[in-house]
């Protein structure tokens, strides 16, 4: 499959994952339920591990550098971001919250250019100036 057909599936996915966790918010606070999915995770990424073969080897292959940034990504992504959305998912609309949340690309590409010396071009520049308009116009109507 190309790169597009895996992008899609992603999309269809993210797409359904609002869904569920707003019906599932209705009684646990956002904690707990950050709790409930990422426990989950951990039993579909270990099995699904598992059935690949070879997981435990190749963690044992990855070097400290390397596991301190990803669980750095993890603190942030997975829970301090996760419990932010849920958070608002409990409190807001969806079609509200997941485009909201969904400008982290515009974030992204900003630290990108000041961390890791990427390049913004003059249309990444449209588009990250959309996005926050995008985002206001979310915010205020």
Known sequence: MSWFSW????????ALGPVFAKLGLVKPDPLTALTIRTMAVMVILLVWGAARGGLLVKLREVDPKTWVLLCLEGAFASVIAHFAYFTALKMGNVANVVPVTASYPMIAAILAAIVLGAKITPMKLVGILLTVAGVYILHRY
């Open 7 to 14: 992008a899609v599936i992603a999309a269809v996915f993210w």
